[in-house]
């Protein structure tokens, strides 16, 4: 029975029409494959430049994988961009805070010098300053030891008159 359906040319018409159909969508999914996987190729090698014409079913999906791709792509180079001027303007700015650090050192160890000196002519003057009131006391009891004699003196003058 099998046998006799073979040769059914019903049966015949049907297996021609589906290996057509079969060959048919082999090569037109074959030809999207194709031109889909030089696409992707093309951007393995950084070129994105190009995109499959006259797009037919899975390849629309492909241009819009490749155009997210460069769209991601220049996002990425804006802010690459963005990162080396931000980049290039800290770098200026922490060249600019070294100088002035350099600048407030250069000018702290002067006042330093400054001080310092200060500090000499502060003792010299506290040497001079005690060897003043050295002389001044030394004066005062001398001073004081005349007046101690003159009231003698005058003691003793004014005992003999009397």
Do not use: W, Y
Not at 45 to 74: H, R, T, W, Y
Not at 150 to 156: F, G, M, R, S, V
């Amino acid at each position: 029975m099998l046998a006799s359906q073979l040769k059914n040319p019903n049966l015949t018409h049907f297996k021609t029409t589906i290996n057509k159909m079969s060959q048919t969508l082999c090569k037109s999914v074959a030809i999207d494959i194709l031109r889909i996987l030089k696409l992707f190729k093309a951007a393995q090698q950084e070129n994105f430049k190009g995109l499959i014409p006259d797009v037919v079913g899975i390849e629309k999906n492909a241009n819009v994988l490749i155009s997210s791709i460069v769209k991601m792509l220049n996002v990425s180079k804006e802010l690459a961009i963005n990162l080396n001027t931000r980049s290039d303007e800290l770098n200026e700015s922490a060249m600019n805070l070294e100088k002035s650090v350099a600048q407030q050192v250069e000018f702290l160890t002067n006042i330093a010098g400054v001080v310092e000196q200060i500090d000499e002519k502060i003792g010299e003057l506290k040497e001079s300053t005690q060897t003043n009131l050295d002389i001044s006391l030394a004066t005062s009891n001398i001073s004081h030891s005349i007046s101690k004699i003159a009231n003698e003196i005058l003691d003793d003058i004014n005992k003999n008159k009397i």
